[in-house]
């Protein structure tokens, strides 16, 4: 009995980065992107959360885009 291919959208966001992955059950790692506010926040010496948690939700979506276009894939 043959397997079915699994595809699993990974989404993880720390404090000062975006990361999006897509992992296939066949072919481990098909894509990613990674977003980092390293810069953004440098001038504040440190990590701003309500800055950081901004910059995740303007980034989120964009990535995903991203990351489905480099593997060919839609949903």
Do not use: W
């Not at 894509?31 to 800055?51: I, N, R, T």
């Amino acid at each position: 009995m043959a397997t079915k291919n699994f595809i699993t959208l990974g989404i993880e966001s720390s404090c000062d980065e975006t990361g999006i992955g897509l992992y296939s059950s066949d072919q481990g790692l098909i894509a990613h992107q990674l977003f980092s506010q390293v810069e953004m926040h440098a001038e504040y010496g440190g990590v701003v959360p309500e800055l950081a948690s901004r910059d995740h939700i303007q980034r989120t979506i964009p990535l995903i885009k991203a990351v489905l276009s480099e593997a060919k894939l839609q949903l």
